[in-house]
């Protein structure tokens, strides 16, 4: 039976996650309105050094979006045609085209299918004498193994750039993701955890001279009005979105939290099913920006689920490498099959706090019945991480 359209549960709804903050929302564009500044001033400035604080780092730099805070690192880093740059096989393609983006190419390597994020056994196979830069993925919330990735870095002397679009307040043991390495880019996207109302991203550092180097390539490569230093972008976050992200990074702690509850549930009433859970890696917390888990019948349970009025996503139905926009590199089906069989196999279930726990009851019951008319085949039945 189809649920009545009122009672649809949506996978993302903007619309409720901002509610409660909309007088507050109304307030602080007042502010930027009555003050007539709108780039680059008292907002960005006290934004970056909140986000700073609670990412553990030393310096926050604001800028448009989170492709540019990955594009603007890599600029500073110096990356140029003929680098090479490692990146995972499975991730938005965001990060890939970062590094295409300066005209250097992407390398990829291949994931770990219960953590999703880059196999960190792989990495060394794909660093030569070009390889000028690892971004790993802190895809989905949850922290790549950091541990294995610093130590390459440090063996091979090549920079790591963490794309933490997806995990802000993700831990790493006691380490907030952004203060580990060296630079972590971060989105502000509104599905993001911590949601603009527009875009916004950020990039958050230790290194004073890269902070330094990011403020003034985000602005035209000037720090002295009218003196250019470097080829710079213009790539600032507006004084509305730092006023917005103000509003609502106290509130990012409830957020992660009302989402861990939520797997809390559906690992408990999924475990059995044919369906595998993600991995959480030891002296990890993850954060959750997305519920991923994998089935062979993916697009079965994706149709059911729907026909219950339970929207899904796939995150992401073409890994970057047999996307059109990257023929131009050559790859063909089978050459990262772990990136193939997400892409087959990934499903995103509803998770955040437009969400009831009665609705995440509810969409364990339907998975239930959708598997239970199903033999389960014994590879797949799982429980966590197995
Ligand atoms: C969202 C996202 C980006 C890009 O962020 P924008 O703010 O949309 O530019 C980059 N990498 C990953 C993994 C993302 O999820």
Redesign the pocket.
């Known amino acids: 039976m189809q649920r009545p359209i009122d009672k649809l549960i949506k996978f993302l709804d903007l619309q409720k996650i901002n509610a409660p903050y909309a007088d507050d929302f109304k307030m602080a564009s007042g502010r930027v309105i009555d003050r007539g500044w709108y780039l680059l001033g008292e907002e960005l400035e006290s934004f970056e050094a909140q986000f700073a604080d609670y990412v553990g780092a030393q310096f926050a730099i604001g800028v448009s979006?989170?492709?540019?805070a990955?594009v603007l690192v890599l600029q500073a880093w110096g990356i140029k045609p003929g680098d090479e740059v490692i990146v995972p096989a499975h991730?938005?393609i965001?990060?890939w085209l970062a590094v295409s983006e300066l005209g250097a190419t992407p390398i990829p390597v291949d994931v770990c299918p219960d953590t999703y994020c880059i196999d960190v056994n792989k990495i060394e196979g794909a660093i030569n004498a070009k390889t000028k830069a690892i971004i790993p993925?802190h895809?989905y919330g949850q922290p790549a193994d950091m541990q294995a990735i610093l130590a390459l870095s440090s063996k091979y002397g090549i920079p790591v750039l963490e794309?933490a679009?997806?995990a802000h307040g993700a831990k790493w043991f006691e380490h907030k993701v952004g203060s580990i390495g060296t630079a972590t880019?971060f989105?502000?996207?509104p599905g993001?955890n911590l949601g603009a109302l527009g875009?916004?991203?950020a990039v958050t550092t230790n290194d004073a001279q890269l902070a330094f180097r990011l403020k003034s390539l985000r602005n035209y490569g000037s720090i002295k009005k009218y003196q250019h230093d470097d080829l710079g972008r213009n790539c600032r976050m507006d004084e509305l979105q730092a006023a917005f992200l103000k509003v609502k990074l106290p509130f990012l702690q409830k957020e992660i939290e009302a989402r861990s509850r939520q797997i809390r549930i559906y690992e408990s009433r999924l475990s059995g099913l044919a369906i595998r859970l993600p991995l959480i890696r030891e002296n990890c917390t993850p954060v959750w920006h997305l519920y991923v888990v994998q089935c062979e019948c993916r697009d079965d349970l994706q149709q059911f689920l729907f026909e219950q009025g339970i929207e899904t996503l796939v995150h992401y139905p073409t890994p970057p490498h047999l996307q059109t926009a990257y023929h131009c590199l050559g790859y063909k089906v089978g050459d990262f099959p772990m990136a193939e069989q997400l892409a087959r196999r990934v499903i995103s279930l509803p998770i955040g706090s437009h969400l009831l726990d009665s609705d995440i009851e509810f969409i364990c019951q339907k998975i239930a019945l959708f598997f239970n008319g199903i033999v389960a085949s014994s590879a797949w039945v799982s429980g966590r991480g197995s």
């Open positions: 979006n989170g492709f540019d990955l991730t938005f965001a990060t993925v895809l794309d679009a997806q880019a989105s502000f996207y993001k875009d916004a991203g």
